[in-house]
């Protein structure tokens, strides 16, 4: 694996904005772009988006910036990162939200 990323994500409360971090640990990947969505995996909330913040990347660091959420949903946050030559990295992880 070249991008580092956790395998599970404990609790978050709704009100805290948490870094996901991701660490690339391959200096010879180019990192052309990188996003991130979010679906209900567990629960109801209409607007699941709503919990992805702003996200950002550096060559040796993807972070996006998780927020808000419903209390009692788990959300499946799915990253994409593009890379220089047409590869695309595909990383989903889990991420609860309960109220601490």
Do not use: W
């Not at 948490?18 to 660490?23: H, N, S, T």
């Amino acid at each position: 694996m070249t991008v580092d990323f956790p395998n599970e994500l404990p609790p978050k409360d709704p009100a805290a904005v948490i870094p996901l971090v991701g660490k690339v640990n391959d200096p010879a990947l180019v990192i052309t772009g990188f996003t991130a969505t979010a679906t209900v995996h567990d629960g109801k909330d209409a607007s699941p988006n709503n919990i992805i913040g702003a996200t950002s990347y550096t060559a040796s660091q993807l972070t996006v910036m998780v927020q808000n959420g419903i209390h009692g949903v788990t959300y499946k946050v799915k990253l994409l990162v593009s890379l220089q030559g047409g590869s695309v990295f595909d990383y989903s992880v889990l991420l609860p939200v309960l109220i601490s």
